[in-house]
């Protein structure tokens, strides 16, 4: 079982690397990375300095380029893939199809995962992937229960890799349009959902407002904590109640069910959260860690233990944590 974290940055590099993580992910600053948050993400000479800093511990690292290619001018997105073959990067993660067909013909010693944003979610989609651009690994939407996933472990040779612990998407990821209605762009162009040019938080006598490209998307009493508002999470009226229509804005963690997850196949642990900082990166990855390593010293007596909870909590958005679709009973 791979704990693999996220990096923004070198520093967050290598806190992954010391706290325990078996591979590290990280995207490149420029419109190839759906994580293109400025200050963050990496250049080419950053890069291959954080690989080799990967190596030399015996940890894996994988470039994400997960956006897809504007007809305008593709070059960047081709460029990037080579760049990440020549930096010898453990992985590429790719979404889409066109991407996956130039690394796979270009560069077949390159392993190729397929990105969530390709919203590969059964048996047919992956072994499609497999089979045309001999993709090793996919990593699963987080629209699926621990049973379907051990399902699909039936059904494919593709390695799995799930959604750990951090932020929520809860839609069929790379397809979501909810925040373009309200922003005008879209995630897979600017990188991100809620890009903080549109985020607005104000105050209204005692209550405060978030807002999105100028729609309300909560409005909070005093003293309560204030969630970054993203379309998905915000709370709304609807048959006369004002709630989390669609999503809490909690983060996902799976520690309760880490056994269950586990014994259904999965090969990988992700943790998302490349715009979250060193020390995010550094608490997460320890955490899981130690509960991975406790699983395996003694798998049929685990139990997560509370200061792994406390811990992760305390990281959450919102503060709270949700076990997300894995025990979902409304699919
Ligand atoms: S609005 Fe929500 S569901 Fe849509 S991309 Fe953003 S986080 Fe995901």
């Known amino acids: 079982m791979e704990v693999l974290a996220p990096a923004g940055n ?99 010693q390159l392993p190729i995962h397929l990105s969530v944003q390709a919203s590969a979610s059964n ?9 045309h651009f001999h993709c090793v690994r996919v990593i699963l939407p987080r629209v699926l229960t621990v049973q379907e996933i051990r399902q699909l472990r039936a059904q494919t040779t593709v390695e799995l890799e799930v959604f750990a612990f951090g932020g929520l998407c809860v839609m069929a990821e790379g397809r979501c349009f909810l925040s373009s209605y309200t922003t005008g762009v879209s995630p897979n162009i600017e990188g991100v959902c809620s890009p903080a040019r549109e985020v607005r938080f104000e105050n209204h006598g005692d209550r405060l407002q978030t807002r999105l490209g100028g729609v309300l998307i909560a409005e909070y009493a005093q003293g309560e904590e204030a969630a970054y508002p993203t379309i998905c999470k915000g709370r709304f009226r609807a048959n006369e109640q004002v709630y989390h229509v669609m999503e809490e804005p909690g983060s996902l963690n799976v520690l309760e069910m880490l056994d269950e997850v586990i014994e259904a196949g999965v090969s990988s642990l992700k943790i998302e959260g490349r715009q979250r900082t060193k020390s995010y990166v550094a608490t997460v990855t320890q955490v899981l860690r130690e509960a991975v390593d406790a699983y395996y010293a003694d798998p049929r007596s685990f139990r997560p233990k509370t200061k792994w909870l406390r811990t992760l909590n305390a990281t959450s958005e919102g503060t709270t944590h949700t076990l997300g679709t894995y025990q979902e009973n409304w699919q």
């Open 10 to 108: 070198l520093p967050s590099l290598k806190a992954a690397v010391d706290h325990g993580a078996d591979a590290v992910y990280f995207g490149f600053r420029n419109a190839t990375n759906a994580r293109n948050f400025e200050g963050l993400n990496f250049s080419e000479s950053e890069a291959a300095a954080g690989i080799a800093y990967a190596h030399s511990k015996g940890v894996r690292a994988n470039v994400v380029l997960n956006t897809y290619p504007q007809g305008q001018d593709p070059s960047i997105w081709y460029q990037t893939v080579d760049m990440a073959a020549r930096l010898k990067a453990d992985a590429i993660i790719l979404a889409n199809i066109a991407l996956l067909d130039y690394c796979h013909q270009r560069y077949p």
């Open 123 to 131: 048996a047919e989609a992956i072994n499609f992937y497999q089979r």
